[in-house]
Each structure stands twice: as C-alpha cells, then as structure tokens.
C-alpha cells in the first residue's frame, strides 16, 4: 500500500470522521489518527492499518462524494463481545486510556486542557491569550504584550491547546529568520511541538528528498519559516493552494504596509487558516488604516470603516496587551524577573578635532547665521543636518559613511554645487578623526574592560547596540585587540563576526549566520562575550540567558526602539538585575549637547515608563519608530525642549487600551489587562483519566506492544539517584526496528535529529525537575567550534548540542502519541477481517453488567461539539445510565493495575444486548446535546448577528461612493466575505447523527481463581 491514496465516494452520516475511529477502505481495516477537510479534495484521513496486510502502514485518504470507492466506518450496532484474556485485563485499560487521550477536547470547552503540563512556568497571565483565542468563533488573536513577558510562550501554550483539540495537526509558524532557531528550539523543548524548519538550508534539504514539483508545505504538517523566504512569489503561490489548522506570524507589525510583500503574505494566509495568531509588541504603526487592515485579517467583522480608529469594543475579543506593571502580571513575576537598575550614563568628553567637527557642524549646517545661508534648501532637505549629526554622535566611521553615500546621489548635480563643497570640507575633518580621538571608542573599551570586566579570562557578557552599521563594523575592527582577545578570527564563509569574542549581528548576514550567533549567545560555554548589533536584534531575540549588562552605543531618537533593545535582556527569566548603560558625547560647547539634550531625556523618559506605565510606546501616540523619530529631530531643530514633547503619561483614550492601561467601567468591552486570577478565568480542565499517570500507562503500553521491552527494544530505567524516572530505548535494534516512531520523529528539528541521534535511541523523563536540568545544562555546552574545522564529529556533535539530551515525556510527547496509536491498532486488530467493531469484556467489582460507551456529535468539519462517556447499566432487564462521572465508575468498580484475573463468563447474552445499548447511547448523547444546544449556539447566533450588523453598516458607507466601480468591488467584497462566514457558522454547527462506540463491558467478578 502507498503511503498516500485518493478514495472517492459517499460520506457515510454526512462525512463524520473523527479520530479513533475504525474504518473499512478498500477491503483492508483502518485507524483513523487524523481528520481534516480540504477545500477541493474532500475529507483528508490519515489512518493507520490494522488488519494483517497493511498492519502499521500510514496512508492518507482523501474521501469525496460520488465515487465508486466508499470510506466506510464500522457499525457500533455490529460490535462484537469478546473477553479480555490478558494480565489483569491490561488490554482493555490500555485500549479506554488511549481513547480518552485520542478523544479531542469538545468545540465548546473553552477551559485550558494543558495549561500545567509544559516545561514552562505556568503564569495565569500568560494562559490569558489561549483563553481569548478560544472562546472566539475562530481561535484568531493579536498578542500584543509589552517587550519581555513571554510571548513565544503564549503562542507555544495556545498550539498545544489547539493540538488538544484535533486543530493543530497542520501549523505554520512565520518568523524573522534570525529567531527562527530559537522560537523553534522554545517549541520543542518547552511544549514537545516538533517543527521542521525551512531556512536556505532546511529548502536545500527539502529540494533532494522531495519528488519535483510537489509542494513542501503539504508534505510536512508543522512547519516554521521566515517571512523573508515566505514572501517570495514563488512560496506565496504554494502556500494559497494548501490549508492549515493555525498560522502563526511573529512580529507581526512588519505585516502592516498594504503594499509590501510581507503583508501581501498574511493575505495570502489567513483565509487559509483556522486558527491566525499574530504577535508583536509594537502592533501599531500610527496609521489608523493600516492597523484595521491588519485586524481585518484576523477578524473581517471587527472593523467597519478601515478610516477611523479602531475603538476598544472593536478590539476587545481579538487584541491582548499587558506589561510588566499590570497588577495581575507583576503578582506573577516573583524573581523569575529582576529589577531593571537604574540607566547609567557614561560622559564622553569631545576631544579637540571631534569639537573641529562639531564646529562645522553646527555652524553650516544645524544653526548656520543668517549671513551663510545653509548648503541645502527645498523640500525634504530640512532633516539632512540632523542625520549627520546623529551620524557623528554615533562614530567617525558613520558620519564619513554618510557623507560618501550623500555625494554618490548627488554626483556631478552643478545646482548642488554649495552642498557638495560643504560636504567635501565635512569629509575632511572626519578624516582627520583618528581612532585615538574618539571619545566615545575610548569610553566603550574603558567601560568594558574596568567596569563589566570583559576579557580573555571573565566569563562577562554584554551586548552594545548601534543604529548604524558602518559603526559596528568599525568596532569589530577595534575592539577585540583592544579587550586582550587578539584579532578578529578569519571570515566564516565569507561572513565577519560569526565566530570568535566579540561577534556582529547585522541585517546583511545570512540566515545561518544569525541562527548560529544568537544561539551562541544564549549558551553559556561558548567563547562570544561581547555582541555587537544593529536594530534588528532589538526585535524577538532573546539575549538575557547569560547575559545583564546592555550599553547603547548611541540612541536612537524613538522611545519604541529605545524600549524594544533594552527589552533583550531586561525580560521575563532575567534572574540578574539588567543593567542599562548610555555613551553620551559631551562638548564643551552647551549649545553642541545633541546628546545631553535628547539620548538623555529620551532614556529618562524610557525608563520611567517602563517602572510606572509598563511600556513607552504610548507616551507620544505616533505607535511608529520613524515617526517618533522625525517629530523628536523637527523639535530639536527648532529649539523646543525635548522632555515637553514627551508627556509622562498617554493621555489619548485609544493609547491608553493600546498600552495595556484599560480600566473599563461598563460590561461591553473586555478589558485587555483584566484580572486573570480569578476562579473563573483560572479554571483548568480537568482530563479524564484511567491510569493515575502518564508513566503507568506508558509502562503498561510499552509492556503490551512488545513483550520483552528490554530485550526487543533495549528499554531500560535510568539509575533513579541520578535520572529519576527517566527510560531510554533503542528505535534500530535488529528485527525491532521502530519505523511508525521514526515517522513521527523525523518532524522534529533536523539539528536536534543530528545532533541528538533520536533516530537511533531516544531518552525521556517524567521528572519535571530532570527535564529542566538537562533544558540548563544544554544552554551552558559549547556550540562553538574554533579549534577545527567542518561539522565535527558525530561524537562531538552530541557532546556540544544546545539541545538537550533528555526530553519531557508529556501527553503531547511524539513518544506517547506513538504508543496511543499503538494501542489503538492493536485494539482494532483484534479481530482481522472481521470487519466489525469489537470490545473486550472484564471482570470487575460491579453488581451487574455495565456496558461503557463514547459518544459524540460532530460538526461539519468532524471536530466533536457535543462529547459522551457513559456507563450504561443493565438490571431487571433494562438499561440505566449511570449519572457518575466516567472515570468514578471505573474507579469504583477497581477497574486498575492491581486487577487479578476472574472469569467473565459466556459473553454471548451480552452481545445480543449490543444493539439495544447503542440505541440507549443514542437516546441519552440526543438528550445531552439538546440540553447544550443553547450554549452550543449562543456563540454562532451572536457572531452571525454580529455579522449582520457589520453587513449593513459597511454595505451603508459604500453606497455613498460615486464611482461605479469602486463601489460594485466593494459590494463584491462585502458579500464574498458575508458568504464566507455564514458558511464557517453552518459548517461549526453541530451536524448529523451521534457516533457510538462501546469501549468495553464490566460484568461482576464471577471466581476468585487467576487465570
């Protein structure tokens, strides 16, 4: 059988798959593990088969009307009674746990179902974005939480609930390509969400494994990409043709110019999505259109006129913010965050010829008299001064930089003759600006060096930020010898700064590159101390691991990118208190103090807000670091005092609910930094379960599909003095070779795969405890290979990766997905080619027979709204429903591990029962869903209403357009979209008749004698 086939046919009950369930196809027995609907292709089923000629095989089937070939499930009516003669009834324990894991969370469940299960710490702040998501129509939400408070962790939180609830099997996840190791390395070793990633590498990879011309995103489930890859027309065009359950876009505010190419992606995306999260700090630009474009997309009814400024009610359901200071985060923090200490600022005297300069400067070209009229005029020219000037408080090298590039766009122009004469005299003092003469250089090293103690022996870490890349470049050059650490090491690859103390991060470098130099930053063994990097590390880029000490170089003139660099070490998992320090040029001359009059008020300003409001994005209300950035360099040239531009607080309404501030008094709109800590919100589902933990039903899975584990396998426990609870076991030992497990795992990062060799032998602990001291010590091995050359050895690849050895083995683990599946198979295989359902009977401390059902309504997508597990009693000839909870019964009955074996008897009274049970089920799940269908609907009749509402309001300002056309594509657009979710609300409505499936049957304990 190939791994894929197409059937084609009439969907039995309207097309109700639903995971767990047996299926007849082509003659053979199926185990349903996945079920998605497509577009064109109908119901997607991956299955595994049971019956002898496909045992273990994957395929995948696509299951469309009219068509000779049926998809057909087995009929609960047909099921077949059969005793359990295995130790202490074992298979049918296992064979009811695995199902109770299978069984998706219900669509109207909005508690959390994994929230406490992660290698995380569980903060109910940070439970708040899933728990909005999913009381959504559509799991659709903008994160929009202040620098540092766990973002990657909200999303990681949100997929697994998702994955809980049969709607994350098929995820993308799109980030900035320099954090894609790192978000992808969170997902993995934090949620057990393996991911394979696409940068130039993972593509290269893909190209020589995969047949040409088929499409990558529809061969692997999850996948995790830059948007700077993504954005290609090429990759645009194969994502438009495949769905996924959740797209995920990281930073989303690169999203928000209509015409760029990175929003034309999120456009491309997000009608193919379920579930569309987008996160990002600074999610608003200042442009009030833009912004409603970039909410339309997560939401097409939330916004009515994309003109006017989205108002809190419009946000409330879709937008999260919060800060360090909201009351129900600051409770939460404890010393997981250490205070920020105060800025320090360092004084940079000028030395003789940078006051030369700053003459010149000032006196041509920022303040000229009136009597030398200044060498530039005309419109856009008024700003020029300043970029200079913010060249030369940054470096020599900048200023002269700058000046190069002005005369190269100006060339031989006769009507710039002034600015080009002016411009060479500039050029001439800089030149005469020797490396001994920048003050700032001096200070830096100084600072470095006596202070932070970087050095050839100090394990000291700092990372200095510098908005112009000539500087860095200048300062690779300087400081390595300087700090004691020699030269700079030769170019890796043709790149500067990979390798070696003292590294760069730019925009310029190669995706590999960046992965490489963030993620050895973030190891404690590695030879890097200190980090030089322009802006595009003051977004996502998590540097606080083994890092507290962060200088800015020079400032930039925008409190959001101000905010957003010292954000990379002063955040959430900081146990050092972060220490800001600022370089200052300081002149002799008062009015030449660029710095002293904006770098200092601007991080004054920062950092008060941040300790008071939270964040500083909202103080001016532009929400753009350019436009922040323009208005502070108009205000210096006409003299205005800088720390009056800046309130110290946002006195604008929308500012305040933007920044997280909302307070709101009426019951209309959610208040994004509400209180989480209640019972209410704080209410976590709790999951049926047999087995008292994961590990016992591992164990007994791992006992009942391989006999002798030790031997067929290798499995063996750890030492627990050093391990505890910790097992590993072999996937390639002769005659065992654990294929379907390999499968799985080849989803999971390519690096982890190579480094860790999980293909060959896996380890994993249920020690929470263990499972964070090997996450620890994998951040402190050396990634860093200076002494040779190449990838290194196989042996010293393990011995160095940043990933850890040993994974936490939680319900979502690949491992135990592995072993559920396996179960399930073995259950279904029972009986081959008998083509009925069957379930086992026991023993157990009951009076009378008990037949144990699953039942569920579907909806049209085959996600379960309505969910059953009944206990169905059979006395004085009769059934009964047994009002416990499911579990209780089972427990009550002493239904577990310590069973002995008894005698069930002649089951063939009990089969003749079978029908009659499933026509009880059906009764009792009817009367179940009746009793819901109020709070099933109440939801899909206010988001239709919704959509009504939202009909006639943009139906009604479109009328008023005078030119045909533009009014008919808007009309076009408004139906097409009223169209699109009316049929998401009859598709999310519950739909057809229940699916019944008796799981076993407990009859009383008839002897005491073993079996």
């Excluded at 540092?148 to 709607?167: A, M, V, W």
């Excluded at 009964?880 to 009955?893: G, I, K, S, T």
Aim: aromatic letters at 6%.
């Amino acid at each position: 059988m190939s791994e894929t086939a197409t059937l084609e046919g009439q969907r039995p009950d309207d097309g109700h798959f639903a995971a767990g369930m047996t299926v007849l196809a082509r003659g053979e027995e199926w185990l349903i593990n996945e079920v998605s609907h497509t577009e064109h292709d109908g119901v997607r089923l991956v299955v595994t088969g049971t019956s002898p000629l496909v045992r273990d095989q994957a395929a995948i089937f696509f299951h469309r009307r009219d068509h000779l070939d049926i998809v057909e499930p087995l009929r609960a009516e047909d099921t077949l009674l059969l005793p359990d003669d295995s130790p202490g009834f074992r298979r049918s324990r296992l064979f009811i746990e695995a199902l109770l894991r299978k069984t998706p969370v219900p669509q109207g469940e909005l508690r959390l179902a994994t929230a406490g299960t992660h290698l995380a710490d569980d903060l109910l702040y940070q439970r708040e974005p899933a728990q909005r998501a999913l009381a959504n129509l559509r799991p659709r939400l903008l994160i929009a939480d202040a620098v540092g408070l766990g973002k990657t962790l909200e999303i990681g939180l949100l997929l697994s609930e998702l994955i809980r609830r049969g709607r994350g099997d098929r995820i993308l996840v799109v980030t900035p390509r320099h954090i894609l190791e790192q978000f992808q390395h969170e997902m993995w070793t934090r949620f057990a969400i393996g991911m394979v990633r696409l940068d130039s590498t993972g593509f290269a990879r893909m190209k020589r494994q995969l047949p040409v011309g088929r499409n990558p995103f529809d061969h692997y489930p999850r996948v995790i990409a830059s948007i700077d890859t993504l954005k290609s027309a090429q990759y645009r065009e194969q994502l438009r043709r495949v769905t996924w359950d959740a797209v995920v876009m990281d930073e989303s505010h690169k999203l928000i110019s209509k015409t760029a190419l990175n929003n034309k992606l999120a456009r491309v995306l997000a009608p193919t999505t379920h579930a569309f999260i987008l996160a990002s700090a600074t999610p608003h630009n200042g442009d009030d259109e833009s912004f409603n474009e970039l909410i339309s997309l997560i939401d097409p009814t939330a916004i009515v006129d994309p003109k006017q400024r989205a108002t809190p009610a419009q946000l409330a359901d879709i937008y999260v913010r919060r800060h360090k200071m909201s009351p129900n985060v600051a409770a939460q923090l404890g010393t997981e965050w250490a205070e920020r200490a105060k800025p320090l600022f360092v004084d940079c005297p000028a030395t003789d010829r940078e006051e030369e300069l700053l003459d010149e400067l000032y006196s041509t070209w920022i303040t000229p008299p009136p009597d030398r009229p200044a060498p530039i005029a005309g419109r856009g020219s008024r700003l020029f001064p300043v970029h200079l000037l913010k060249a030369f408080l940054s470096s020599p090298a900048a200023l002269k930089d700058s000046i190069t590039n002005r005369l190269k766009s100006i060339g031989g122009n006769p009507d710039r003759t002034r600015e080009t004469e002016a411009l060479h005299r500039l050029a001439g003092l800089a030149e005469r600006v020797t490396d001994d003469d920048s003050a700032k250089l001096s200070a830096l090293v100084n600072v470095l060096k006596n202070e932070i103690k970087v050095g050839p022996t100090s394990p000291a870490r700092v990372v200095v930020f510098s908005e112009r890349r000539a500087t860095i470049d200048w300062l690779y050059r300087r400081l390595p010898t300087r700090l004691g650490f020699g030269p700079p090491p030769p170019a890796t690859g043709g790149e500067q700064g990979v390798t070696g103390p003292v590294r760069v991060l730019h925009g310029s470098q190669s995706d590999d590159a960046q992965q490489r130099i963030v993620k050895d930053f973030a190891l404690a063994d590695t030879d890097v101390r200190v980090l030089l990097t322009s802006d595009i590390a003051a977004e996502g880029v998590n540097l606080h691991r083994q890092c507290h000490n962060l200088i800015h170089f020079d400032v930039p003139w925008s409190l959001i990118t101000i905010e957003q660099r010292n954000g990379r070490i002063d955040r959430y998992g900081q146990k050092t208190s972060p220490q800001i320090r600022v370089l200052l040029h300081r002149s002799a001359n008062p009015n030449h103090e660029a710095d002293e009059r904006v770098a200092r008020v601007l991080t004054v300003k920062e950092d008060a807000a941040h300790r008071t409001l939270g964040e500083s994005a909202a103080l001016m209300g532009l929400r753009d670091e350019e436009a922040e950035a323009t208005s502070i360099e108009q205000a210096f040239l006409d003299g205005r005092d800088i720390a009056e531009l800046i309130p110290d607080e946002p006195t604008d309404e929308t500012d305040i609910f933007m920044a997280g501030a909302w307070t709101d008094d009426g019951d209309d709109v959610a208040d994004p930094g509400r209180d989480i800590t209640s019972p209410e919100v704080d209410d976590v589902l709790q999951q049926p379960r047999l087995f008292g933990s994961t590990r016992e039903f591992i164990e007994d899975a791992l006992a009942e599909t391989y006999p002798n584990p030790a031997d067929s396998i290798g499995l063996a426990w750890l030492d627990p003095a050093d391990y505890p609870e910790t097992l590993t076991f072999e996937l390639n030992r002769d005659g065992a070779r654990l294929t379907d497990l390999q499968r799985r795992l080849k989803a999971l990062p390519q690096s982890y795969l190579d480094q860790r060799r999980v293909l060959e032998q896996i380890t994993v602990t249920f020690s929470t405890d263990l499972a964070r001291q090997r996450l620890e010590l994998a951040r402190k091995h050396n990634s860093n290979k200076p002494k040779r050359r190449g990838q290194g050895t196989k042996e010293q690849q393990y011995a160095e990766s940043g990933w850890p050895d040993i994974s936490l083995l939680t319900d979502q683990h690949p491992v135990t997905e592995w072993l559920v599946d396996k179960v399930l198979a073995r259950a279904s295989a029972g009986t081959a080619n008998a083509r009925r359902l069957t379930a086992r009977v026991i023993a157990a401390a009951v009076p009378n027979p008990v037949f144990l059902v699953n039942g569920r309504y579907s909806n049209r997508q085959g996600k379960p709204t309505v969910l059953a597990w009944l206990a169905l009693h059979y006395r004085d000839g009769g059934l009964y429903v047994d009002d416990r909870e499911f579990v209780r019964v089972l427990q009550d009955a002493e239904v577990n591990r310590d069973m002995r074996m008894s005698a069930v008897g002649d089951v063939s009274p009990l089969g003749a029962l079978v029908p009659q049970v499933v026509q009880e089920a059906r009764s009792e799940i009817a009367r179940r869903r009746n009793a819901e269908e109020d709070k099933l609907m109440e939801p899909l009749i206010a988001y239709e209403q919704r959509l009504e509402h939202w009909r006639k309001a943009t139906g009604a300002r479109y009328e008023q357009l005078t030119l045909t056309g533009v009014r008919e594509r808007a009309e076009r657009r408004i139906t097409n979209t009223a169209v699109a979710i009316k049929n998401l609300l009859d598709e999310l409505t519950t739909d057809g008749e229940p699916t019944i499936r008796i799981v076993g049957v407990l009859v009383p304990q008839r002897s005491t004698q073993e079996v």
